[in-house]
């Protein structure tokens, strides 16, 4: 990188656990996870991951960036579907390689690409020890149509690209 | 793998979003991170991973296991410590590559294994945009002395290895 680390490397377990320096310890993708709960209700809404960029613009202007790994590229929070969050606190984990976002949500308030509140609309049922496993759809009432909401983005942000 | 797979693996986008078919997406090393939360607080208590072994067991049991990355190894959680989790709640997300667990705490109350009642005692603060960034320390109160916890436990277990 020719730019300077914003961020110290990670030094001793000791210094990382009981220390007041913020060295993220990020993965062999250069990842670090995100958890990411409602400031209101508490509600776990997705978990996301960070690189060096987005964990210091997340930081920088309080607004959720994240690395989309299926993407491969920096992202915004509701860059396209308007579903931004804004960052009410940060906090790390001990040996520092895991990350608790409290965030207020905006927009439609739905933190799931599929339109949802959050990520985790399914719960995991069992039948018994050894037997079958299924999911349950509750909290899956959906706030936008993913459908309308990124079409709609990606045509507007095509034609963007095809005047500029 | 000489033993059949306890789950599906994942087929379509559409399958792992849209369907009741529990098909858990694990990572390259096998893993799937897990969210756990306190099903009395709702505070974030842990970020751990799971492999197929560990998911299988904490479904059957309703005691969560995980995969110690550190040590290499299927771990209950508790079995040193006897700070166990139990399941209240499991829940996947839309892509079925995170699960959010909700527990009850049972011992001492302390998921962390610095003897904290939570993993995520620092609060990430910042100086400003491009500034510095430290950790300041709340929720830090331990509920356990590690060095006396791991190291009596450490012990009854070479005892009982040697008696062996």
Redesign the interface.
Known sequence: MSKAAR?PAPTTKSES??????APHFDADGLV?V?V?SAKT???L??AYMNEEALART???GEAHYWSRSRGRLWRKGEQSGNAQRVV??????DQD???LRVEMTGAGAA???G?RT??????L?AG??GG?????DEAERQFDPEAVYRHAGAAKRTLKSSE
């Not at 606190?89 to 001990?94: F, I, K, L, S, V």
């Not at 990520?119 to 995991?124: A, K, L, M």
């Not at 496993?133 to 759809?137: A, D, E, H, K, N």
């Open positions: 961020f656990e009981e220390g007041t320096t913020f996870p958890v709960t508490g509600e776990v997705m978990l930081i920088d202007t606190e940060m906090r790390a984990d001990c895991a990350i608790w799931c690409h599929t949802r990520c985790f609309y399914r719960t995991i069992s020890p050894g496993v299924t999911l349950s759809f």
